[in-house]
């Protein structure tokens, strides 16, 4: 049987709910580009604990049950350590590794949710080289391929503090949400992590769970 949606995803099991509401403020931020291509949302967080992963779990339900004539799609960008697949319900495998190293097409790597609209492309399988794949030509080329079949993008990016993956996913980004635990968080991580990301940005203060990254 196909592993149930983590009930922290309060978007998707409540999405009525004052908590579940929260996640769809970033509804009025997410506008097509000039070329008419779907939004890439950078979901990024200092270090792991922040509840980066939990916090775009939640705003992709929150946006699919809010706007059910969009599709949506979260690409778990997290190759060193990704969690994203346990918290939808979804296999981590085939994946975005696949997808670069393998060729396989996105149609064949995202998986639907049993939130509907809501697509996911995890991980995949351990990447030799996770910098080396987010560099790779064939990523780009996934993303704008994603841009074009979905109407909204996220990726859920490794901590800015452990790699310059997140430095370099940003080049394929419109805008992004920085997710701060204000009980966790430390504000000068928080501050240099900021810097890198080289599209506008917007907070999400996060108080909640362990669940995610």
Known sequence: TRPSIDPMVVAAHAPQSRAGERYRRLLPHLHAGPDGAAPVVLVASAGRGDGRTLSVANLAAGIATAEPRRQILVIDA???????????GVPRGPGLVDAVTAGATLGQVAVATAIPNLYVL?????PEDALGLILDERFAALVEEARRKFQVVFLDAPPVGESVDTSLLSR???LAVFVVRTDYTERMAA???????GV?????LN???????
């Open 172 to 174: 394929v980004a419109t």
């Open 122 to 126: 995890a991980a995949g399988g351990a």
């Open 207 to 213: 108080a909640a769970g362990e669940s995610g990254a």
């Open 78 to 88: 997290d190759l060193r350590q990704p969690t994203l697949h346990r918290l939808i």
């Open 191 to 197: 501050a240099r992590a900021l810097t890198e990301i």
């Open 200 to 204: 506008p940005v917007g907070l999400l």
